[in-house]
């Protein structure tokens, strides 16, 4: 979407790996949010930032970390891949905590 | 705990029929109720929003349907098209306040037949 970068699309990781995934947007946004996406349980948030360097945890944030040193970029990374982690994932901003726009997503398996 | 309930989890209509989703909410502080639309491959994108100061929002052949005291809120589509089969969620939020994220129900799949 525009204004909303995420990367990468497809990624396949092995269990025990770290993986980072990206989310840039150019519409200088103050907040910012992980989800992910899995049949049967719609989109569960995994953390979110209200701010450069201010950021909470979501419903399933275990096994997850993010970090927002810049407004335009919010980094989601699986310190420790498991298999219950593939997902796909998605970034979304917005400028007053409504009316989110969503990425892309990316597509995560680990194996 | 769930605190967005939505149902039906899929629904099958007939072109030029009504396509309802209902949505049910627990906290009382919730004050935001959008609706967003997913394509296969797509992310979700913001479909209608209705706020609990109005019963009824209506936006070309979508509609919101409101109930403040019920704690439920429902997705109207109306004369519905093959294009209009995709994912839908509802959600909530208590929202601008720093802190607070939408919460989202499962998602309902919706299929129009031609």
């Known amino acids: 979407d525009a204004g909303i970068t995420q990367s990468p699309r497809h990624k396949v990781t092995e269990t025990g790996t770290p993986v980072t995934l990206r989310c840039h947007q150019t519409e200088n946004h103050r907040y910012m949010y992980w989800y992910r996406q899995d049949p049967g349980h719609g989109l569960r948030l995994i953390h979110y930032?209200?701010?450069?360097?201010?950021?909470d945890k979501g419903e399933v944030s275990d096994g997850y970390s993010v970090s927002r040193s810049k407004t335009e970029d919010f980094l989601l990374t699986l310190e420790s891949a498991t298999s219950s982690q593939t997902s796909v994932y998605f970034c979304?901003?917005?400028?007053?905590?409504?009316?989110?726009?969503f990425g892309s997503g990316t597509r995560l398996t680990v194996v | 705990q769930q605190q967005v309930k939505q149902s039906p989890q899929s629904l099958i209509v007939q072109k030029g029929g009504i396509s309802i989703i209902n949505c049910a909410y627990e906290n009382t502080a919730f004050d935001y109720f959008p609706w967003y639309q997913q394509f296969p491959g797509k992310g979700p994108a913001l479909l209608i929003a209705?706020?609990?100061?109005?019963s009824e929002k209506k936006e070309g052949r979508f509609t919101i349907s409101f109930n403040k005291s019920a704690k439920q809120f429902s997705l109207h589509i109306m004369d519905s098209q093959p294009g209009d089969s995709a994912t839908y969620f509802c959600?909530?939020?208590?929202?601008?306040?720093?802190?607070?994220?939408?919460?989202f129900g499962k998602g309902t799949t919706l299929s129009v037949s031609s």
């Open positions: 979304a901003i917005s400028e007053r905590g409504n009316g989110y726009t």
């Open positions: 930032s209200y701010g450069v360097k201010d950021t």
């Open positions: 959600a909530a939020s208590k929202g601008n306040q720093a802190g607070t994220a939408l919460i």
């Open positions: 209705i706020r609990p100061d109005v």
